[in-house]
């Protein structure tokens, strides 16, 4: 299995089916927090529901049509990224994260995302990635703009969560933006 440093003590590293309980017992710790904007935490209520939402990730990955990431912290299982929808052949695909409330405000779904979308463009040759977000999602939006991302506009009350109707904010960057954003940021390490 591969491990990508995220610095700090954090590490990128697929998510699996196996992991099960890892990751009941994260979302059990942050479960509140999480499911603010998301509702993962309302489709990953006990063991089975855990283990079958992971297995839907990982027929994802074998069908070429999602992707879905661990964030560890020292250890930890704190959170994790994904492609919610990867479609190859279309050159689209849809970033999203999440985070328990102990490592929030590290920076950690940021450095995250880039190395995944660093992946889906430079190796899979996908030219837009989006970041569909509540637009009360302060948090999640900031991670779009740190992404260089450009807002495309919003779905009003396009989703219902909860019993409540929300607007839905559209973000992406293009692979020319985003290579040229990390070439810039390249640049200014030098």
Same mark, same amino acid.
């Given at each position: 299995m591969f491990a990508t440093s995220l610095g700090d003590g954090a590490e990128l590293r697929p998510l699996e089916p196996w992991q099960a309980e890892e990751f009941l017992a994260h979302m059990d710790r942050g479960r509140e927090f999480i499911g603010r904007h998301v509702g993962l935490p309302d489709v990953t209520a006990d063991l089975d529901s855990a283990r079958n939402w992971l297995q839907?990730? %990982?027929d994802k %990955?074998?069908?070429d049509a999602g992707r879905l990431y661990g964030i560890?912290? @020292?250890g930890l299982l704190v959170g994790g990224v994904l492609f919610r929808v990867f479609d190859a052949k279309a050159e689209t695909c849809e970033a999203g994260c999440w985070l328990e409330p102990a490592a929030a405000g590290r920076g950690l779904v940021t450095r995250a995302v880039r190395v995944i979308i660093d992946w889906a463009v430079e190796e899979r040759g996908i030219h837009r990635v989006e970041w569909l977000v509540s637009s009360k999602n302060t948090?999640?939006?900031?991670?779009?703009k740190r992404l260089g991302m450009s807002r495309d506009g919003v779905q009003r009350e396009n989703a219902l969560y909860r019993g409540v109707r929300q607007d839905t904010e559209i973000w992406s960057v293009l692979a020319p933006e985003w290579r040229s954003a990390r070439? %810039? @940021?390249?640049?200014s390490q030098a």
């Amino acid at each position: 299995m591969f491990a990508t440093s995220l610095g700090d003590g954090a590490e990128l590293r697929p998510l699996e089916p196996w992991q099960a309980e890892e990751f009941l017992a994260h979302m059990d710790r942050g479960r509140e927090f999480i499911g603010r904007h998301v509702g993962l935490p309302d489709v990953t209520a006990d063991l089975d529901s855990a283990r079958n939402w992971l297995q839907s990730y %990982a027929d994802k %990955a074998a069908a070429d049509a999602g992707r879905l990431y661990g964030i560890w912290l @020292d250890g930890l299982l704190v959170g994790g990224v994904l492609f919610r929808v990867f479609d190859a052949k279309a050159e689209t695909c849809e970033a999203g994260c999440w985070l328990e409330p102990a490592a929030a405000g590290r920076g950690l779904v940021t450095r995250a995302v880039r190395v995944i979308i660093d992946w889906a463009v430079e190796e899979r040759g996908i030219h837009r990635v989006e970041w569909l977000v509540s637009s009360k999602n302060t948090p999640s939006i900031n991670v779009a703009k740190r992404l260089g991302m450009s807002r495309d506009g919003v779905q009003r009350e396009n989703a219902l969560y909860r019993g409540v109707r929300q607007d839905t904010e559209i973000w992406s960057v293009l692979a020319p933006e985003w290579r040229s954003a990390r070439s %810039a @940021d390249s640049r200014s390490q030098a």
